[in-house]
């Protein structure tokens, strides 16, 4: 009798996938030359080592894989038939269908593709090219021969090839001075005191768009806002102290890189619209006794130009500028009872770091 029950129980115990059934999958990390891929299917789903399937959409196939590394929530699987490598990118949706082995040729004169054929169809999933994802370091070590030594090695030596999942980025720049300076005649005591420095202090926030597959990917928004103080001093000893408290608005654009790449300087244009407020000062010298001139006013403006960003896995960034800078700064009324407008306008070059979270 418990014969009886073992034969009946045995095909509920291998759970694995009959030929032709299908799941929905996810597409959670693909390699450089997109032929092998991480699917958030497992065991726990009936795949097993060596199954074949069909990547499907509804256009049609996408591609013909093999499985050859699996833990009970993921799967790696080795694409020998790429069909439309534009529907192979991550976060993907689509069907996974298992099919009947293929026989896979190593005469290239009988191949069909000569390309769709790997050299490699099973092995470490460090020899194709696949970190393993979140959840993934459940795989079972023992039935899968691979030590605890190894599968540490292996998760410290992948890295993400993309941080999409991390959208917004938090910017800084900073450039500050604090000199002073002194100027006197060569004849009698007269002499002018003053500041002699420049602060340039921004922070700004980066949003970008989760969805690669969407025309709007390469574009991401920012808002930034600046404190800048500018103090110089005359030979005569004259006085002048501007500052600048403004706030910017901006898309940039990355025509010919994913912004979400890792280790790579990706090019991008920027442009913004500036606004803000300014107040300006003018002292003949602290040791003359004449009285401060000051008025306080609004900026407008805007900023053009473009650059490159470097990111590293971990979401640590840089980023350099070079644009084309305008501010027009209107004042009111000073102690004079005259009104004056201004404008700052000229090229600039800036480095910033960040943090994409």
């Known amino acids: ?23 929905t999958i996810r597409l959670l990390k693909i390699s450089e030359s997109k032929k092998t891929v991480m699917v958030n299917r497992g065991t726990e789903d009936g795949i097993v080592e060596g199954d074949h399937a069909k990547f499907i959409v509804t256009a049609g196939i996408v591609a013909r894989s093999v499985c050859v590394k699996v833990s009970p929530t993921r799967s790696v699987w080795s ?44 092995g470490d999933p460090a020899n194709l090219g696949i970190p393993l994802a979140d959840g993934a370091q459940d795989l079972n070590v023992a039935s899968d021969k691979m030590s605890a030594a190894d599968l540490k090695a292996l998760e410290e030596s992948q890295i993400p090839l993309s ?3 991390k959208n917004l980025e938090l910017y800084g720049l900073i450039n500050i001075s604090g000199l002073s300076s002194n100027s006197k005649t060569n004849v009698g005591d007269q002499a002018f005191n003053s500041s002699q420095s420049f602060h340039h202090i921004g922070l700004g926030v980066e949003y970008y768009p989760k969805k690669e597959r969407e025309w709007f990917s390469n574009f991401s928004l920012l808002g930034e806002f600046t404190i800048q103080k500018h103090d110089s001093q005359a030979y005569n000893g004259a006085g002048i102290t501007n500052d600048v408290n403004e ?27 500036n606004f803000g407020a300014v107040r300006s000062t003018y002292k003949a010298g602290t040791n003359t006794g004449t009285p401060e001139l000051s008025s306080s006013g609004k900026t407008s403006g805007f900023s053009i ?53």
Do not use: C
């Open 79 to 122: 694409i020998y038939r790429l069909v439309n490598a534009d529907f192979i990118l991550n976060d993907s949706v689509m069907t996974l269908k298992i099919t009947p082995p293929v026989k896979i040729t190593k005469d290239e004169t009988q191949s069909i593709v000569q390309e769709d054929t790997p050299s490699n169809l099973g």
């Open 247 to 273: 706030f910017s608005l901006g898309l940039n654009w990355h025509p010919t890189k994913a912004p979400s790449m890792v280790s790579e300087f990706i090019p991008y244009f920027h442009t913004s619209v």
């Open 305 to 357: 130009g473009g650059g490159y960003k470097f990111f590293t896995h971990k979401g640590f960034g840089a980023r350099f500028i070079a644009d084309y800078y305008v501010r027009s700064e209107v004042y009111q009324e000073d102690d004079l009872s005259k009104i004056h407008n201004k404008k700052v306008g000229g090229p600039r070059l800036l480095l910033a770091f960040s943090y994409r979270f």
């Open 163 to 165: 941080i999409v999942e």
């Open 1 to 23: 009798m418990k014969l009886i029950w073992l034969v009946l129980l045995f095909p509920i115990l291998s759970f694995g996938l009959e030929v032709d059934e299908k799941l």
